[in-house]
């Protein structure tokens, strides 16, 4: 079971815009476009700048990122839109983490 979450989170996406509205149709955009999960909550870095991570595989992640910041980049200033393929796992320890949810499934 631990080989099967590390290999569904092969890369990692980051996405930074000017503003709230424009992140969040971003992300929808993203999530919709690929098999990709939210890393966590959308993060107000200051100054009016927002980001955002996305964890799957990378090609995957690739075409999230893109279809995310195509969209955000039609309604606002997007910052920084990159993709690190394969991160080493200490990156883990600057990623968000999901909260567990409390449903059950």
Known sequence: ATK???????????????GLCCLVSGIDAALKAANVELAGPMKNVGSGLCNAVLTGDVA???????AGADTAAGLGDVVSAHVIARPDEAIQQVIPAKKASGRSK
């Open 4 to 18: 099967r979450k590390t290999m569904a989170k092969q890369a990692v996406g980051l996405l930074e815009t000017r």
């Open 60 to 66: 995957a992640v690739k075409a999230a990122i893109d």
